[in-house]
């Protein structure tokens, strides 16, 4: 492990790991209620994925363009399958749960939602064909794999899905898919580990660095993992009407989706295809109606903290830098970066309750980098450098702000959206 970390690729790897792993946390603890019981939030953010997608279409970057156009298709799924019918258990799509029976709000929002959903795939298709009819592939594969499941109406599941998936899969190879996003099959069996990276550039496909890195046995498992998983979500949550077999499709589709945006040039070093990532898969169980054994919010904390650690002994700091010096061209941003990470986490884990609590784990983040600094004066060469943790505590102070101003916000809630007997994600705060 130490020896990978030394490298850009091994800490651009470290840092893909913590982006993941406190994605899928935090859309378990933050958003699991909503996909429940006001979808219409979920909505909102498969459109602005939607949104995202088109704006770079309009920035021209050539080299992360089809992933980010992918990502923009797969929040059409999102949002169509957050705004299905079966998802809804109150007349209001941003309200509480309560059951009624739909009101004005369900239909106008539903037809707004699937207008704008469409809008977007159509403005997207425009400018990224073979990314739409990739899309295209991935709904028909989770339209098969819902037939296969045993979906009320399979027949109409398989037959819809077989006749997507193969009309797609010709349209991709007659354009010449695979040549146009550089694709290249696995040489063997095991890969070739990090000796991949010698020969591939980080604006390769992910396919392609995923493939020479773990070969065929690597691919293989990871497809394995995801059918199985699907498969026993599916069992998990148990019947389903039409409506729920929709959805379930349309949010396996947009999982499959945020995956091509991963295989496509330069996704596997997208920080927004990690990002999105965690919402499908995060939210995938809720999607399927699977009940999630409870989780301590620690957990998150000890993601972080490990993450961070391992990033702080690599001799460079790969994606995890350069992700922070774009935003101002200074060493300094690491360590702001840094101190806003480990303060905000801390302060979402103590301060759910009560905001003393919040401030008081932000003042432990503050120490906690100066610790560093002392960890790294004395057992290392190089010595601790102070300044550096003014900067840190300067990323800790806008966390105290955002616990503030989330504390307050509340109030604003109506009463029975703070109903404590809502169920929530599996991720529960304050434990």
């Not at 899905?161 to 898919?177: E, K």
């Not at 200074?330 to 301060?351: E, N, S, Y």
């Amino acid at each position: 492990l130490h020896e990978t970390a030394q490298g850009e690729m091994g800490a651009s790897g470290l840092f893909h790991l913590l982006l993941a792993a406190t994605a899928i946390l935090l859309v378990q603890c933050l958003l699991w209620a909503e996909l429940i019981h006001r979808p219409g939030v979920i909505s909102v953010i498969g459109l602005a994925m939607t949104a995202g997608g088109i704006a770079a279409w309009a920035s021209q970057a050539p080299v992360v363009t089809p992933a980010t156009a992918m990502l923009g298709l797969a929040g059409c799924w999102v949002a169509l399958a957050s705004a299905w019918p079966d998802v809804w258990t109150h007349p209001h799509p941003f309200g509480a749960a309560r059951r009624r029976a739909p009101g004005a709000w369900y239909w106008t929002w539903r037809g707004l939602v699937a207008c704008l959903a469409a809008g977007g795939a159509s403005a997207l298709a425009c400018g990224f064909r073979l990314e739409a009819l990739a899309a295209a592939g991935c709904l028909g594969l989770a339209l098969l794999g819902a037939g296969v499941l045993g979906a009320p109406g399979r027949k109409l599941f398989l037959a819809a899905g077989a006749i997507v998936t193969a009309s797609a899969a010709w349209a991709l190879a007659r354009y010449g898919a695979a040549e146009s996003w550089q694709l290249a099959w696995p040489r063997g069996p095991l890969g070739e580990g990090a000796e991949v990276f010698s020969r591939l550039h980080t604006s390769a496909s992910g396919l392609t660095i995923l493939g020479g890195a773990t070969g065929w046995v690597g691919l293989g498992g990871l497809a394995i993992v995801l059918v199985w998983s699907v498969a026993w979500l599916w069992r998990a949550g148990g019947a389903c009407s039409s409506g729920s077999a929709l959805r379930r499709a349309g949010w396996t589709a947009a999982t499959l989706t945020v995956g091509a945006a991963v295989a496509m040039p330069g996704g596997l070093f997208v920080p927004t295809t990690v990002l999105a990532s965690g919402l499908t898969l995060g939210l995938m169980p809720a999607a399927f109606g699977a009940r999630v054994a409870g989780r301590p919010a620690w957990v998150l904390t000890a993601v972080v903290a490990g993450a961070l650690a391992l990033l702080g002994v690599s001799a460079s700091g790969g994606l995890a830098r350069w992700s922070a010096l774009s935003m101002g061209g200074a060493d300094a941003w690491p360590h702001v970066i840094t101190g806003f990470l480990v303060a905000m986490t801390l302060a979402w884990w103590w301060g759910a309750r009560r905001t003393g609590l919040g401030l008081l784990a932000v003042a432990v983040a503050v120490l906690a980098g100066g610790a560093g600094e002392l960890a790294q004066e004395w057992f290392t060469a190089s010595g601790g450098q102070w300044h550096d943790w003014g900067f840190h505590a300067l990323g800790c102070l806008p966390a105290a702000l955002v616990l503030v101003l989330g504390r307050y916000a509340r109030r604003c809630e109506l009463p029975d959206a703070r109903s404590p007997d809502l169920p929530g994600g599996p991720h529960r705060l304050g434990r």
